[in-house]
């Protein structure tokens, strides 16, 4: 039977989500008590910080930067940077209603989004500034993911409607919900004013 290499000991509850940082150097992880440990892969336990005061849900990386990004079952949205070994706090938001499910940094467009329990993807820029929120859905979101932009020639397709919607050639925002819904929304239209 194979064995791992090597296994983390340091979190009391149950832990939620894992990431890597873009240099494989460094693990984050976030457990049930809302405790964030970043682990650095030679020397272990590297740096902690207790950012939530509810079960820490979900870590996002902006590998380019190196933000991490943190949403938890409480109201509160985080920023941190790795700061040599320390983990320094740079932002935080409030969401308008406690839970967030899942928390997605891309790059293109440069948006944060949570998947919220209230129904609502929230939408921030890097630094945690709110932009806008999108309803729709009528039941807690599980899962929110943008493709990349489209640049594929249009395919042959008789549906006008369908047609229509390629030839904008769209960056796709997809939204899964507890509703057993998934809603498709056009990136550009929805960070519109």
Known sequence: MI???????GHQAAVNCVHFLANGRYLVSGDQDGLLIVWNMLLKLCSVQTPHTEPLLSISVNQ???????????????CFKLDGTALVKT???????PGGSLIQCFQTPQVVAVAG???AVH?????LQHLKDVRFHRAALTAVDVSSKCTEPLP??????VQQRWKMQPQWMA????????????VNAVLQP
Request: some cysteine; hydrophobic content about 40%.
């Open 156 to 161: 042959d397709i008789t549906d006008d409607l």
């Open 91 to 97: 932002a935080a938001a409030e969401l308008s209603h």
């Open 175 to 186: 939204v899964a919900s507890r509703d057993s819904r998934i809603s498709l929304w056009n």
């Open 123 to 127: 939408l921030y820029d890097h630094g």
């Open 64 to 78: 380019d930067a190196q933000n991490i990004y943190t949403c938890a079952a409480d109201n509160s949205v985080c």
């Open 117 to 119: 329990w209230d129904y």
């Open 3 to 9: 064995q791992p290499d090597f296994v983390f000991r």
